[in-house]
């Protein structure tokens, strides 16, 4: 186990390894890495580490645990655990510890030292409105890493600033720190102030609150609390690891048994305001550029959820029917970012959810900027059948006529007949 302060040393060095740096990895064979711009960066400085050994992270893991019971408990039993970390006045961490082979492994994510608000991260109107909800469920979906909890933080601080209303989080761990405006906030963390989301979202309804946020729901008894606290007059945040609007309905579907489906979609239908699903994309020069999927709750997408997709009605044609509600679909807003320039052609087709549309809006792009939708000099027609035949008669009568010029003339004169 090392000293605070030569763990402070470590990372306060490894923060300065690269320009930002957003996570922190240290696994077994490899030397400290950190990322910067979506790509992973070897981190070295003095004393110089080339491959972290197993006793080097361990003593690193065990640093940062700080001797908490619950969390080496937990790591133990699961394999796994979460906690914050505050590197004074420099940084705060969400950091993950996990086994791998009987050996352990460090990821560290790097919070942001302030709340940035809707306007900060350029989000649009629509998340104002979600603001403004008075009660049901908001969820922002994604994968790991691409920027869920940022965006709720935004929100929470429209509402902050905003509404004189008391606000419960239940986080895994604690990342962004709310400090009071009109708002009252109590934030609490897994481990350390509540065992489940599903036991702290059930005590939070004895608290008192408006507005509710839990980390994640993670399973079929949290969902059915969020629904309970949404149906009860509570408005609630909360995520899903899902790729997009129309999977995360399925998801939360799927949690429950067959016979409950129809009960569970009725309440989904009343409840869901909004969901917001994030990818982020490479941008050009540097950085990334969050892509982002709205749905927000019309009638439409209540038929949806409540009957189930059908082939004239489906989720995504609904989202992109209703852009001027501030719907959109990922498609929609990364044709946007290709025609602000902000992404690549090669990025933006990569990160569609449907290839061919996508292909077809950047050709409608270049043809109305005049650019060459074809590369025209490597097009090449392929010959008719009969345009073939005709060729091959052509040329064979051509040889022939050659032949037959050549067989007519006149024999060459030789030196000897001259006279």
Not at 102 to 121: A, H, P, Q
Not at 182 to 211: C, H, I, W, Y
Not at 267 to 275: A, K
Request: proline fraction near 4%; aromatic fraction near 6%; charged fraction near 25%.
């Amino acid at each position: 186990m090392l000293h605070l302060f030569h763990l402070e040393y470590i990372l306060g060095k490894l923060l300065n390894a690269a320009p930002d740096v957003s996570d922190i990895n240290m696994t077994v064979g490899h030397p400290m890495q950190v990322e910067s711009g979506g790509e992973l960066i070897p981190a070295y400085f003095q004393p110089e580490i080339r491959s972290l050994t197993a006793y080097q992270t361990e003593a690193l893991a065990l640093s940062l645990l700080r001797g908490d019971r619950h969390l080496i408990g937990t790591l133990l039993d699961s394999g796994t655990c979460d906690l914050s970390f505050n590197l004074e006045n420099k940084a705060r961490f969400r950091v993950n510890i996990f086994s791998q082979q009987g050996r352990y492994s460090i990821v560290m994510r790097k919070l942001e030292n302030y709340i940035r608000s809707i306007e900060d991260l350029g989000l649009p109107q629509s998340f104002y409105n979600m603001a403004k909800e008075k009660n049901g469920i908001i969820l922002v979906t994604g994968a790991t890493g691409t920027g869920k909890t940022t965006t709720l933080a935004a929100i929470l601080d429209e509402i902050n600033s905003t509404q004189a209303v008391h606000v419960v989080t239940l986080e895994d761990p604690v990342e962004f720190i709310h400090t009071p405006k009109m708002s009252t906030f109590n934030q609490r963390e897994l481990g350390t102030d509540f065992r489940n989301f599903s036991e702290g979202l059930r005590s939070a309804l004895r608290q008192a609150p408006k507005v509710i946020l839990v980390g994640e729901m993670r399973d079929r008894e949290t969902v059915e609390m969020a629904l309970s606290a949404a149906e009860t007059g509570h408005l609630v945040f909360s995520t899903l690891h899902t790729v997009d609007a129309g999977t995360t309905v399925n998801r939360i579907i799927g949690l429950f048994d067959h016979e409950e489906e129809k009960l569970i979609r009725v309440r989904l239908s009343d409840t869901l305001r909004w969901v917001v699903s994030q990818r982020l994309l490479p941008k050009i020069g540097g950085g990334r550029v969050a892509a982002l999927e709205i749905m927000g709750a019309s009638l439409l997408i209540k038929d949806i959820i409540t009957n189930g997709e059908q082939l004239d009605k489906t989720f995504y044609g609904a989202i992109e029917s209703m852009r001027p509600l501030g719907f959109q679909t990922f498609d929609q807003h990364i044709l946007d970012l290709f025609k602000e320039k902000s992404i690549t052609e090669e990025t933006a087709k990569i990160f569609s959810s449907k290839k061919n549309i996508m292909s077809r809006g950047i050709d409608n792009l270049k043809a109305l900027a005049g650019e060459s939708v074809f590369d025209l000099e490597q097009l090449t027609l392929e010959p008719h059948p009969e345009d073939e035949e005709e060729q091959e008669a052509a040329t064979a009568a051509q040889v022939a006529a050659q032949q037959q010029a050549v067989n007519l003339a006149p024999p060459p004169q030789t030196g000897r007949n001259r006279g």
